[in-house]
Nanobody
């Protein structure tokens, strides 16, 4: 069972950038996704990437965020540019299709504030 560890979050001013990293504990050729969640809200898919590199984005982040994979290092990355206060959330990575036995990592907190 593959587990994921997220990192790279922090406090950034509006218009700033962050790069999130997700390391898998082992090989995975699943379609991967970055999710985010704010208190009181459901977790939402922000970006996805297939093993072949096909990407898709939440409308509100398209053009600002970029997802990629570092296959040799079992990593999924999320470059976030022109961050806005509404991007503030805990960000998680996982497979796009999460089964009942799959676990979530602790996530990484992104705060966009002046």
């Amino acid at each position: 069972q593959v587990q994921f560890v997220e990192s790279g979050g922090g406090l950034v001013q509006p218009g700033g950038s962050l790069r999130l990293s997700c390391v898998a504990s082992g090989y995975t050729d699943y379609t991967m996704a970055w999710y985010r969640q704010t208190p009181g809200s459901q977790r939402e898919v922000v970006a996805t990437i297939t093993w072949g590199g096909i990407t898709n984005y939440l409308d509100s982040v398209r053009g600002r965020f970029s997802i990629s994979r570092d296959k040799p290092n079992y990593m999924t990355l999320l470059q976030m540019n022109n961050l806005q206060p509404e991007d503030t959330a805990v960000y998680y990575c996982n497979k796009l299709v999460v089964g009942p036995s799959d676990k979530w990592g602790e996530g990484t907190l992104v705060i966009v504030s002046s």
